[in-house]
């Protein structure tokens, strides 16, 4: 069984300019998950998907930030226009109910400069 | 709010050496506690959990109990190998806090041989 896949794995943009995320969760898994860790800081939630609806999206940062799960499948996680403090690494979970354990993906490395 | 707390890095010790890294919680609700692990290159994995107080955790040789008087849930290895080198994330979870992840913000571990 496939894992958690996310692309691309690094990603480097001048400010100013936009970046798209992807995360394909565990076929099967309704829940989805984003997550970041900034300058080697705690790892903080972002937002949460139910299917296709955001079911808490009260990690997001600003409104620079937009993620969409298309179908209840995939998720892409854009970034416009990308700040130098976005910077980080951007991490993918899936789990098949909301209790039950989440399984991460390898995360992308994103550098603003 | 939630919140975890673990000891800075990085910690090195010699292959064969006792671990012990600390993680102390602060939390709303009677949270589930986690530790989580990512291996150079790799994706976050679950190492651990405990859900109630008292519990043990345990898993390649790791353990770690859930102590609700002292609010901790310290990481323990008897014996590292080069292998665990890896950075160590504790983290908590709570219904009440729409069962998000809430991480520590990590402990790099380096084994020597």
């Known amino acids: 069984e496939a894992g958690v896949t996310q692309f691309p794995s690094h990603s480097v943009i001048e400010k100013g300019q936009t970046v798209t995320l992807r995360c394909d969760p565990i076929?099967?898994?309704?829940?989805l998950y984003w997550y970041r860790r900034v300058m080697g800081k705690e790892i903080k939630f972002l937002l949460h998907?139910?299917?296709?609806?955001?079911?808490?999206e009260s990690g997001m940062p600003n409104n620079r930030f937009l993620a969409e799960r298309t179908g209840g499948t995939y998720s892409t996680l854009k970034v416009q226009p990308a700040e130098l403090e976005d910077s980080g690494v951007y991490f993918c979970?899936?789990?098949?109910?909301?209790?039950?354990?989440?399984?991460f993906g390898q995360g992308t490395r994103l550098t603003v400069v | 709010g939630n919140s975890v707390t673990q000891m800075e890095g990085p910690v090195t010790l010699s292959e064969e050496a006792f671990l012990t890294i600390n993680c102390t919680y602060t939390?709303?609700?009677?949270?589930?506690l986690f530790w989580y692990v990512q291996y150079p290159g790799e994706g976050l994995q679950l190492l651990l959990k405990?859900?109630?107080?008292?519990d043990k955790g345990s898993n390649k040789g790791f353990e770690a109990t859930y102590r609700k008087e002292t609010t901790s849930f310290h990481l323990e290895k008897g014996s590292v190998q080069v292998s665990d080198s890896a950075v160590y994330f504790c983290?908590?979870?709570?219904?009440?806090?729409?069962?998000?992840?809430?991480f520590g913000a990590g402990t790099i571990l380096r084994v020597k041989s």
């Open positions: 979970a899936s789990s098949q109910v909301r209790v039950a354990e989440a399984f």
């Open positions: 076929s099967g898994h309704d829940n």
């Open positions: 998907f139910v299917k296709e609806s955001k079911q808490d």
């Open positions: 939390a709303t609700g009677y949270p589930s």
């Open positions: 405990a859900t109630k107080a008292d």
């Open positions: 983290a908590l979870r709570t219904l009440e806090y729409g069962n998000k992840l809430v």
